[in-house]
């Protein structure tokens, strides 16, 4: 028959004290970066993104799609503005439509991509505009708001670098009978 002894708990000296404390402190402060990283909060403001995004909606914007990825067309990215109208302009946040090195052109109320007419399910609503081009660079964004008749995007600041991209809205927070993920198209 064996016999078990209970052993005596091994003392905590003050270095491993002083150790785990800042190890876990550590940790705290790297977790806390990286959900500020990845879960910034915006509001909406004004009409420009109408009927898809409304005036005063919080959304959750996240810079980790970015650091991984691309922006794709028809996500709705979170920028600074190219030429501000006023020092602290906040953020602007519109639709992706032109890629990298694509040709964005506006013919008869339409946006063609490279010669092809992009089909744009979330508009509901009438604009007016035509005649107009755009050669997009090797980092260049062309963005939209979905109310193209309230809207200053690229049409009037041209294409968006992509280092001025924040991150992409994810998900919307308020108002509650809103609340959910937005989708790009």
Known sequence: MQVVTKQPRPRVGRFNLIKEVFSTLLFGIAVFTLVQLSIPQSQVQGHSMDPTLGDGQRLVISRINYLFGEPKRGDIVVFNSPRPLQDNEPALIKRVIGLPGEVVEIIDNQIYV????????????????????????????????????????????????????????????????HIGTLQAY
């Open 114 to 177: 490279n010669g092809r007419l992009l089909d744009e399910a979330y508009l509901n609503e009438e604009w007016t505009a035509s005649g107009n081009r755009w050669e997009l660079g090797a980092d260049d964004f062309f963005v939209m708001g979905d109310n193209r008749e309230h809207s200053r995007d690229s049409r009037v600041f041209g294409a968006v670098n992509r280092h001025a991209i924040i991150g992409e809205a994810v998900f919307r927070l308020w108002p509650l009978n």
